[in-house]
Antibody, heavy 118, light 108 residues
Framework: QVQLVESGGGVVQTGGSLRLSCAAS????????MHWVRQAPGKGLEWVAF????????SYADSVRGRFTISRDNSRNTLFLQMNSVGGDDTAIYYC???????????WGQGTLVTFSS | SYVLTQPPSVSVAPGKTARITCGGD??????VHWYQQKPGQAPVEVIY???DRPSGIPERFSGSSSGNTAALTISRVEAGDEADYYC???????????FGGGTKLTVL
């Protein structure tokens, strides 16, 4: 069955950097576009970033463009999110999710909590 | 920029029908997707492409859209349906994905 397992979360100082990973299994990762979606404590869902199946195309929410970078390693079935120049507004649970052709997110990981502290 | 508007909360008695709306400019022309999120859990897709149900989602869940309003309808509501529900669309021009603010469904 499809599994997405995020890792790399924790407490980071404001202005620091962090790299999240998402290990995928149970499907052909190399043909699947992927996303990162986040949820601040007590708040709603916010789309963060998208990457095409081969990494040739990416897209970012305005709130993270220029600071976050999405990438993937299809040989390791792993999705990444490099987070730089982070601040308190970036505190959230970060989910990786698989893209469905129709534009939705059909499978989600359980999320990894990232807390930025001054 | 495009905005999706959901009511913060909806309440319904068990066995009744719940309707959760999602407002947006000409949303009837877009493909709308819906997610259920229970406390402490990841979201689960319950409707995609406005009206389609993923495998494993009960037929009690249905979607519709017209004009400026899309809706998720849950028939014969059960206590286990209590959750936050989010609508979502995809802007295929600028490759951005957008969520509504979410609706908390309370089963009385």
């Amino acid at each position: 069955q499809v599994q997405l397992v995020e890792s790399g979360g924790g407490v980071v100082q404001t202005g620091g950097s962090l790299r999240l990973s998402c290990a995928a299994s149970g499907f052909t990762f190399a043909v699947s576009p992927m996303h990162w979606v986040r949820q601040a404590p007590g708040k709603g869902l916010e789309w963060v970033a998208f990457v095409s199946h081969d990494g040739s195309l990416d897209s970012y929410a305005d709130s993270v463009r220029g600071r976050f970078t999405i990438s993937r390693d299809n040989s390791r079935n792993t999705l990444f999110l490099q987070m730089n120049s982070v601040g308190g507004d970036d505190t959230a649970i970060y989910y990786c999710a698989r893209h469905r052709d129709e534009g939705s997110f059909d499978y989600w990981g359980q999320g990894t909590l990232v807390t930025f502290s001054s | 920029s495009y905005v999706l508007t959901q009511p913060p909360s909806v309440s319904v008695a068990p066995g009744k029908t719940a309707r959760i709306t999602c407002g947006g400019d000409n949303i009837g022309r877009k493909s709308v997707h819906w997610y259920q999120q229970k406390p402490g859990q990841a979201p689960v897709e319950v409707i995609y492409s406005t009206t389609d149900r993923p495998s494993g989602i009960p037929e009690r869940f249905s979607g519709s859209s017209s004009g400026n309003t899309a809706a998720l309808t849950i028939s014969r509501v059960e206590a286990g349906d209590e959750a936050d529900y989010y609508c979502q669309v995809w802007d295929t021009i600028i490759y951005h994905w957008l969520f509504g603010g979410g609706t908390k469904l309370t089963v009385l």
